[in-house]
């Protein structure tokens, strides 16, 4: 067994694994903030601009 190549091995495997999981939560937030975005915007023309306002004050207590 080559102790330096598995030891090299696993960190880069570790390095690739934090990366991944990384551009998956940016990959949900942005899709997330995507999705209140165009709802809020649907919303608006629904019901006024003064519904997003509200909505904030609501959602952030």
């Known amino acids: 067994m080559n102790y330096y ?3 090299k091995k696993n960190l880069i495997d570790n390095e ?8 998956s939560t940016n990959k949900s937030d942005l899709n997330t903030y ?5 709802l809020l ?11 997003i306002k509200e909505y904030s004050l609501r959602l952030t207590e």
Do not use: P, T, W
């Open 5 to 7: 190549n598995e030891i």
């Open 16 to 23: 690739i694994n934090r990366k991944v999981k990384s551009y």
């Open 34 to 38: 995507y999705n209140v975005g165009k």
């Open 41 to 51: 915007l649907e919303a608006g023309n629904q019901y006024g601009e003064s519904i």
